[in-house]
C-alpha cells in the first residue's frame, strides 16, 4: 500500500521561510512531486525530485532523501497569495507505455498571515 | 495551449439520473485520469487511460464508468450514484515521458466538477 504523511496544518508570517514534510511508505517509489492548491480551484504543479537532493523552482525549492523516504517544500518569502493546501506524490514506477499511478499525500494547509 | 477544460463546472443529479462528466485536452498527452477530491482530502485516483485505452482502474464502483473516445477526450459516465458520491471530479493529463529523470513529472488538472447528488 502507500501511505505518505504530511502535517495537517502550517502557520506562517509573510515574508517567512516555512518547511512542509512529508515522510512516505510505498510499494514503489519512482519520484515525489509537490502540488499546490488554493480553496475551489485545480492542484497546480510545484516541483519534482526524482534523485536525492534540492531543486529550486524560484521561491520554491524541493529535496528528497531516497534513503530516509523523505521530502520536504521550501516556501521563502511568503507572500498572502501562497494560503492553501500543498500536497505530496508519489510516482510508484516509471511510465512504460501505461501511465503509472500518482498518490497524493495527506496534504498541508498552508496559512500565510501579516 | 497547457490547459484542461471540464464540463459542466457544477451538477446536482438525482439518484436515479444518468450524466456525464467532459473532459478535453489539446497537449497531445497520451495519459488521462480521473481523480475524486472530497474536501479538505487529497485527489483519490479513479481511472488511468494510457494511448486511449483503460490501463488503472482504482476498483471503483461500476455506477462510474469512463470513456475515452479519442486522445484528446475523456468522459466519465454518471448512473445510480449515491449521495457519499458528492464530490469534487478532476481530470489530469500528463506526458507519458513524465516521471523520467530530466522529464519533470507535471500532471496538468482541469478545474473539476463539483457533483452533488440529492
Known amino acids: 500500500g502507500q501511505s505518505l504523511e504530511q502535517p495537517s496544518e502550517v502557520t506562517a508570517v509573510e515574508g517567512a521561510i516555512v518547511q512542509i514534510n512529508c515522510t512516505y511508505q510505498?510499494?514503489?517509489?519512482?519520484?515525489l512531486s509537490w502540488y499546490q492548491q488554493h480553496d475551489g480551484g485545480a492542484p497546480t504543479f510545484l516541483s519534482y525530485?526524482?534523485?536525492?537532493g534540492l531543486e529550486e523552482t524560484g521561491r520554491f525549492s524541493s529535496f528528497l532523501s531516497r534513503s530516509d523516504s523523505y521530502g520536504y517544500l521550501l516556501l521563502q518569502e511568503l507572500q498572502m497569495k501562497d494560503s492553501a493546501s500543498y500536497f505530496c506524490a508519489v510516482r510508484d514506477r516509471r511510465n512504460t507505455g501505461t501511465a503509472s499511478k500518482l498518490t497524493f499525500g495527506t496534504g498541508t494547509r498552508l496559512q500565510v498571515t501579516l | 495551449d497547457t490547459e484542461v477544460t471540464q464540463t459542466p463546472k457544477h451538477l446536482v443529479m438525482g439518484m436515479t439520473n444518468k450524466k456525464s462528466l467532459k473532459c478535453e485536452q489539446h497537449?497531445?498527452?497520451?495519459?488521462m485520469y480521473w481523480y475524486k477530491q472530497k474536501a479538505k482530502k487529497p485527489p483519490e485516483l479513479m481511472f488511468v487511460?494510457?494511448?486511449?485505452?483503460?490501463?488503472i482502474n482504482e476498483s471503483v464502483p461500476s455506477r462510474f464508468s469512463p470513456e475515452c473516445p479519442n486522445s484528446s477526450l475523456l468522459n466519465l459516465h454518471l448512473h445510480a450514484l449515491q449521495p457519499e458520491d458528492s464530490a469534487l471530479y478532476l481530470c489530469a493529463s500528463s506526458s507519458l515521458l513524465a516521471g523520467l529523470v530530466g522529464s519533470g513529472d507535471e500532471q496538468f488538472f482541469g478545474p473539476g466538477t463539483r457533483l452533488t447528488v440529492l
Open positions: 497537449m497531445g498527452h497520451r495519459a
Open positions: 525530485n526524482a534523485l536525492d
Open positions: 510505498t510499494s514503489g517509489f519512482y519520484g
Open positions: 487511460y494510457s494511448y486511449e485505452k483503460l490501463s
